[in-house]
Protein backbone atom coordinates (compact mmCIF):
# COMPACT_ATOMS: atom_id res chain seq x y z
CA UNK A 1 0.00 0.00 0.00
CA UNK A 2 1.78 3.29 -1.23
CA UNK A 3 0.61 6.26 0.74
CA UNK A 4 0.76 9.71 -0.11
CA UNK A 5 2.04 11.98 2.63
CA UNK A 6 1.59 15.27 2.80
CA UNK A 7 4.51 17.48 2.95
CA UNK A 8 3.02 19.74 5.99
CA UNK A 9 2.22 16.64 7.83
CA UNK A 10 6.09 15.80 7.75
CA UNK A 11 7.05 19.11 8.76
CA UNK A 12 4.71 19.53 11.44
CA UNK A 13 6.56 17.26 13.56
CA UNK A 14 9.57 18.22 15.74
CA UNK A 15 12.26 15.61 15.31
CA UNK A 16 11.79 16.17 11.20
CA UNK A 17 11.93 19.62 11.17
CA UNK A 18 14.98 18.73 13.45
CA UNK A 19 16.21 16.60 11.23
CA UNK A 20 15.77 18.85 8.22
CA UNK A 21 17.88 21.67 10.21
CA UNK A 22 20.60 19.06 10.90
CA UNK A 23 20.52 18.38 6.81
CA UNK A 24 20.64 21.81 5.94
CA UNK A 25 24.73 22.71 6.04
CA UNK A 26 25.54 19.07 4.95
CA UNK A 27 24.29 15.39 3.67
CA UNK A 28 24.94 12.77 6.31
CA UNK A 29 24.24 9.23 6.80
CA UNK A 30 21.14 7.77 8.63
CA UNK A 31 23.59 6.68 11.48
CA UNK A 32 25.11 10.52 11.93
CA UNK A 33 21.34 12.11 11.89
CA UNK A 34 20.28 9.16 14.34
CA UNK A 35 23.26 10.59 17.12
CA UNK A 36 21.85 13.60 17.21
CA UNK A 37 18.38 12.61 18.82
CA UNK A 38 17.69 10.30 22.07
CA UNK A 39 15.49 7.53 20.12
CA UNK A 40 16.21 4.39 18.54
CA UNK A 41 17.40 4.01 14.88
CA UNK A 42 14.48 2.71 13.42
CA UNK A 43 12.40 5.74 14.02
CA UNK A 44 14.99 8.25 13.03
CA UNK A 45 14.96 5.82 9.61
CA UNK A 46 10.98 6.31 10.00
CA UNK A 47 11.18 10.08 9.62
CA UNK A 48 13.68 9.74 7.21
CA UNK A 49 11.59 7.53 5.04
CA UNK A 50 8.59 9.89 5.52
CA UNK A 51 10.55 12.84 4.56
CA UNK A 52 12.27 11.39 1.49
CA UNK A 53 8.55 10.14 0.42
CA UNK A 54 7.55 13.98 -0.05
CA UNK A 55 10.50 14.72 -1.90
CA UNK A 56 12.25 16.74 0.63
CA UNK A 57 15.19 14.69 1.33
CA UNK A 58 17.01 13.35 -1.64
CA UNK A 59 19.09 10.36 -0.97
CA UNK A 60 22.59 9.10 -2.55
CA UNK A 61 24.65 6.24 -2.14
CA UNK A 62 28.33 6.13 -1.55
CA UNK A 63 29.63 2.61 -1.07
CA UNK A 64 27.95 0.82 1.62
CA UNK A 65 26.42 3.86 2.78
CA UNK A 66 23.40 6.50 2.08
CA UNK A 67 23.62 10.06 2.61
CA UNK A 68 21.12 12.21 2.62
CA UNK A 69 20.51 15.67 1.66
CA UNK A 70 17.93 18.64 1.09
CA UNK A 71 15.89 18.52 -1.86
CA UNK A 72 15.96 23.20 -2.21
CA UNK A 73 13.79 22.98 -5.36
CA UNK A 74 11.30 21.12 -2.76
CA UNK A 75 11.92 23.63 -0.05
CA UNK A 76 11.67 26.22 -2.29
CA UNK A 77 8.43 25.23 -3.47
CA UNK A 78 7.13 25.70 0.28
CA UNK A 79 9.13 28.65 0.89
CA UNK A 80 6.72 29.82 -2.09
CA UNK A 81 3.77 28.92 -0.59
CA UNK A 82 3.87 30.41 2.67
CA UNK A 83 5.89 33.89 1.45
CA UNK A 84 2.23 35.01 0.25
CA UNK A 85 0.68 34.40 4.32
CA UNK A 86 4.09 35.63 5.86
CA UNK A 87 3.77 38.95 4.03
CA UNK A 88 -0.18 39.27 5.38
CA UNK A 89 0.80 38.55 8.69
CA UNK A 90 3.86 40.91 8.26
CA UNK A 91 1.45 43.43 7.33
CA UNK A 92 -0.83 42.79 9.89
CA UNK A 93 1.42 43.20 12.63
CA UNK A 94 3.18 46.74 11.42
CA UNK A 95 -0.44 48.14 11.54
CA UNK A 96 -1.32 47.06 14.48
CA UNK A 97 1.99 48.48 15.64
CA UNK A 98 0.66 51.78 14.34
CA UNK A 99 -2.41 51.40 15.91
CA UNK A 100 -0.91 50.44 19.61
CA UNK A 101 1.74 53.67 19.06
CA UNK A 102 -1.22 56.44 18.31
CA UNK A 103 -2.55 54.72 21.23
CA UNK A 104 0.45 55.15 23.47
CA UNK A 105 0.56 58.96 22.27
CA UNK A 106 -3.04 59.83 23.63
Known amino acids: ?7 FQAIADPTRRAILLLLASQSMTAGAIAAN ?11 LQILSECELLKSE ?7 YQLNAPKMKEIADFIEPFRSMWDDRFNKLEEIMKNYKDK
Do not use: C, W
Open 1 to 7: MNLRRDV
Open 61 to 67: QNGREIY
Open 37 to 47: FNTARPTVSKH
